[in-house]
């Protein structure tokens, strides 16, 4: 259910904060650009240089510490920060009354976002994950699309992504900040799988850890309440980014990126096919960040986009597919 507070007007500028000023908050940024009425008005980040870097280039006051940007003024804040970093920024800032966007995976567990999740409710605050495939323009077009000229319902849901050459010293492979392709790149295909498929069941999985003790290569099988999926994600090998998604009636192909998507192929089982084009504009960030714009002037709490259910059944699949690895992380 969606929870609503006290509805803004409906031009009222939504002035932002970030946490973080990485290649994630830089692309944050670009996007922001083309968001109307919204602006970004602080920034702190744990390195001087490059806050004031990023603030000479994007705008925006650098703070001298978490707590003054907590109370500069903002009314959301975008965490951009590792991910080991998420619940602990996210709960103080929603504490501290402000709405949160919180990059992906919100946080490294299912009882990490559970506390979050707890601190929204009662600071009675917006509280969203930054998945971003839903929001895109050609995702939105397909599920019209299907709708209006439908396939059946989705039983199978194939995605996946590898990505090889990450240095040893990239976050994506610190056991310290929660790296591994699980979280940095899974979490993107156990969101298609929930999305349409529904809740998981069961998940087994195979893979590797690397040198520096994270997961380097996952492969998923999921049985969900409407079907299954095969998904796979990668820091070691290259593997091609597309999604596939099959019916009764028909099959649709996400072309790659199918996460920063822009093309589909459907085809139905009578011959038919049907293409999307729907190219993106200002860097593909844009589109979530205005959904939650829209969302905190009329005072919901909760994306019907992104809900929070979809959250805890994404990262129960991380926590199921790690347990089988054997990867656990300081404090777990």
């Known amino acids: 259910m969606t ?13 932002w904060g970030i946490v973080g000023t990485g290649r ?18 602080a920034l702190w980040s744990r390195r001087a240089e490059p806050a004031q870097a990023f603030a000479d280039e994007f705008g925006g006051e650098v703070c001298e510490s978490f707590d003054s940007l907590l109370a500069s003024g903002i009314d959301a804040l975008y965490i951009a920060t590792v991910q080991d970093s998420h619940a602990d920024y996210a709960i103080a800032a929603l504490q501290g009354g402000l709405h949160v966007l919180c990059e992906k995976p919100a946080t490294i567990n299912r009882p990490q976002l559970e506390r979050v999740l707890d601190a929204a409710r009662a600071a009675q605050r917006l509280f969203m994950e930054a998945m971003k495939p839903p929001f895109y323009p050609l995702y939105t077009k397909l599920r019209e699309h299907l709708a209006a000229d439908p396939i059946g319902d989705v039983g199978l849901v194939r995605a996946g992504c590898s990505v090889p050459g990450v240095p040893d010293d990239h976050p994506s492979l610190s056991f310290e900040h929660a790296g591994g392709a699980l979280l940095d790149i899974g979490i993107y295909e156990m969101f298609l799988a929930v999305d349409w498929l529904g809740a998981p069941h ?44 099959m019916a009764k009636g028909g099959h649709v192909t996400i072309h790659e990126p199918w996460w920063n998507p822009s093309r589909a192929t459907i085809r139905y089982a009578d011959g038919r096919v049907v293409e999307l084009d729907e190219p ?7 589109y979530e960040t205005a959904h939650f714009c829209e969302l905190i002037r009329a005072g919901q709490l909760e994306s019907p986009v992104m809900p929070h259910a979809k959250s805890l059944q994404m990262i129960a699949m991380a926590d199921a597919a790690r347990a089988a690895l054997g990867l656990r992380f300081a404090g777990e």
């Open 3 to 15: 929870i609503a507070t006290q509805e803004a007007p409906s031009d009222r500028v939504i002035r």
């Open 202 to 245: 069961e998940v087994q999985t195979l893979g590797r850890l690397g040198s520096t003790g994270v997961d380097t290569f996952a492969s998923l099988n999921s049985r969900h309440e409407r079907g299954i999926a095969q998904l796979f994600c990668g820091l070691d090998l290259h593997g091609k980014g597309d999604a596939l998604l």
């Open 24 to 41: 994630i908050a830089r692309r944050f940024a670009q996007a922001l650009a083309h968001v109307p009425q919204a602006r970004l008005g």
């Open 280 to 286: 993106f504009t200002g860097g593909g960030l844009n």
